[in-house]
């Protein structure tokens, strides 16, 4: 569908182009004693040609965006570099979110942190270039929010510039208008429409690092485009030389702080993470959905947490009503016959495979000989299997309200045309009148809800289970509506869904629950600290679970360089076992790999290896391979610059991996035995 007005094609091929259109405009302005002040990182490359042009100072502003309690995409406030550092507050964002001063204050630390961290890399000792009675020009690659930009536009004017011009390449036209109550002069060479961010309108958009920063700084000085200053302190070396001296660095260090492991099935190995047991809940990543290794190891850090840690949750990226059978089965509770088999819908092998067989079949030996209540238990936190959740309820209201179950089923018959294929309800959905399901879907929730004393009286734990059922049910119906209006809503309702399924076992359970969460890296690891979050605005749980628990969760990552992966080539084809390459060169795996060791942990915790932590938070790719595996296009597929030591308080390194074992779809005879598997 051709959407009128929208861009077909680019409209820069890089920070750099977009800058030099930018200088024509700015020069055309005859605008007097002009200094350059840029939003890094992105605002660099876009600056120096500005400089450049105009023979103006270089300088940065350095302004960190404080999110919302629970909506880290929304600017709370913003807090900008200075002798005195300014804090600009949104007070209807404060208002409508209930953000306390505690909240707010804790926020302004965390992002002075980053300032002056960035500071003392970018600048060193060089001194800012003081606007006073001169032209500022604010600079950034694009405008989204604004937020940032509007921040520095008042902390100059405050600071006593003459005139205050904001100058960018790429913005939507309500954010330019509502940049015009804060800056003299609005400059910015396009204005499409519809605006799907700043990154869709560059052929190369990658998220700068850190290195590229003091590069292209130190470029623009010496090349005295900028006009010169005060004496500065050494400059730093050029672009290449600078690269590998903090590849040496960083590699040392990491050689440093490796801390080998014995194999998986030596209680040693998971002995080495009783550091984390201390949280709440701990997370453990995967760099794949098809590696054994991740797999095995995850199961042997969760016994050695249940069983010496207290620990009494597995909760796992999978669908709500399969992995209900696990638990019934794992908890030596009644078996429920399913339409369907658990975990027989693409990915099959995600969660049916040998590795996860031989982990369930502890988890009901360990629980064997322990009461109910002190038995371990297993819940998924996706919401996929809408069909099963829509059963399940229908199900469990045929036995304590025949009344309810019958409007139940006339509801949930909104949906029944898709049941097999309910993307095509999001595709439907496109058109109106098909967003009608909402109502009815959500209605059976609020009526479980309404009866929720007199249906838990009867089973605490079936009640909470159909609930959790109707509520996977409505998210999944805005989820797969949400799937063709943009990327990130729909990322962002999946794994809002998950965390707050996560919040809801931990209250079932009381507070006394632990939890170990298995999910992919893409949603473990902060997403704050990736270009999923950076660029795209995407949240995901381990970003939830550290604003929510704080210091209380240990998010746990894991890599590979090389080896065997179980995949599929496309959306449900058929899994294959794939070579995985061998990890790119300016990637965190190819970091990793160089330290020599076959496994070994390394400790990112804030306050343990901290020169090591701050060579990681310098982005580099890091590789993330979920249930499609396409090697021919690795690095725009699978690849993304991230912060690692941001992103995890811990990574755990396999250099060669193999291929987890599926199991098969088929349910063989005497599955009540061996159920959920029916091996």
């Not at 999978?318 to 696990?326: E, G, K, N, R, Y």
């Not at 609930?467 to 949400?482: C, G, K, M, P, T």
Request: net charge negative; glycine share 8%; aromatic share 8%.
């Amino acid at each position: 569908m051709v959407v009128p007005g929208a861009v077909s094609r680019s409209l820069f091929p890089d920070r750099t182009e977009a800058g030099r259109g930018l200088a024509v405009r700015l020069q055309a302005m005859g605008l007097q004693q002009p200094v350059i002040y840029a939003l890094p990182r992105g605002g660099v490359p876009v600056a120096v040609e500005v400089a450049r042009a105009l023979r103006a100072p270089l300088d940065l502003i350095l302004v960190r965006k404080i999110g919302a309690p629970g909506q880290p995409e929304v600017a709370l406030a913003a807090v900008v570099d200075g002798e005195a550092a300014q804090t600009v507050v949104n007070e209807g964002v404060r208002a409508a979110t209930g953000a306390d001063e505690g909240f707010l204050t804790a926020g302004r630390d965390r992002e002075l942190a980053e300032i002056k961290r960035r500071r003392a890399l970018y600048l060193g000792d060089r001194p800012h270039v003081s606007p006073a009675g001169r032209t500022a020009i604010v600079v950034d690659d694009g405008l989204a929010t604004g937020a940032t930009a509007k921040a520095a536009l008042q902390a100059l004017r405050r600071l006593g510039a003459a005139k205050v011009v904001l100058a960018v390449p790429v913005a939507p036209v309500d954010t330019l208008e509502a940049m015009r109550a804060w800056a003299d002069e609005v400059v910015c060479l396009e204005t499409p429409t519809p605006f799907f961010g700043v990154g869709a309108f560059y052929d190369d958009f990658h998220q700068l690092s850190d290195t590229e920063t003091v590069a292209l700084l130190a470029q623009a000085w010496e090349a005295g485009g900028a006009a010169p200053l005060t004496p500065a302190a050494p400059q730093p070396p050029a672009p290449a030389s600078a690269s590998r001296a903090v590849a040496l660095t960083a590699s040392a260090r990491l050689a440093a702080a490796a801390e080998p492991l014995p194999g998986i099935d030596d209680p040693a190995f998971a002995e080495a993470f009783d550091r984390y047991a201390g949280a709440r809940v701990v997370l453990l990543g995967e760099a794949s959905h098809g590696t054994g290794e991740f797999y095995r190891a995850r199961a042997a850090i969760t016994r050695r947490l249940i069983e010496h840690h207290g620990f009494n949750v597995v909760a796992v990226e999978a669908d709500w009503p399969d992995a209900a059978a696990i638990d019934r089965h794992v908890r030596l509770r009644p078996h429920q016959a399913m339409a369907s088999p658990p975990f027989s819908r693409f990915p099959t092998w995600m969660w049916r495979n040998t590795e996860v067989e031989t982990f369930v079949r502890w988890m009901r030996e360990h629980n064997a000989v322990r009461p109910p209540a002190g038995r371990a238990a297993f819940y998924g936190l996706d919401l996929y299997n809408m069909r099963a959740s829509m059963a399940a309820v229908l199900d469990y209201l045929d036995r304590v309200d025949l009344r309810a179950a019958a409007e139940a089923r006339e509801r949930y018959a909104c949906l029944t045309p898709w049941n097999a294929q309910p993307a095509a309800y999001g595709r439907a959905a496109l058109s109106e009148g098909y967003a009608i399901c909402e109502a009815p879907v959500v209605s059976i929730l609020v009526g479980l809800a309404r009866n929720a004393a007199q249906y838990a009286a009867h089973d605490g734990e079936s009640f909470f289970d159909a609930s959790q059922n109707a509520r996977l049910v409505a998210d999944a119906e805005r989820y797969y509506r949400a799937m063709y209006y943009g990327a990130h809503e729909s990322w962002n309702l999946r794994d809002r869904h998950m965390f707050d399924t996560l919040e809801r076992i931990l209250a079932l359970r009381g507070p006394a629950s632990k939890v170990v969460v298995w999910a992919h890296n893409s949603h473990i690891g902060d997403a704050r600290f990736t270009e999923m979050g950076a660029e795209r605005g995407e949240l995901n749980i381990g970003q939830l679970c550290r604003e929510r628990f704080g210091q209380d969760a240990a998010l746990i990552g894991f890599g590979t360089h090389g080896g065997t992966v179980l995949a599929a080539s496309n959306w449900d084809a058929p899994a294959e076992v794939m070579a995985v390459r061998p990890s790119m060169p300016d990637s965190f795996e190819a970091l990793f790999h160089g330290v020599g060791h076959p496994r070994y942990l390394t400790d990112l915790r804030q306050g343990h290896n901290e020169a090591l932590r701050a060579d990681l938070r310098a982005p580099r790719l890091e590789r993330y391979i979920g249930v499609v595996y396409r090697p021919g296009s690795e690095r725009m597929s699978h690849y993304a610059h991230a912060a690692l030591s941001d992103q995890y308080d811990g990574f755990v390194w396999f250099d060669r991996t193999r291929a987890l074992t599926p199991l098969s779809a088929e349910v063989t005879p005497g599955e009540d035995e061996t159920y959920p598997f029916g091996l």
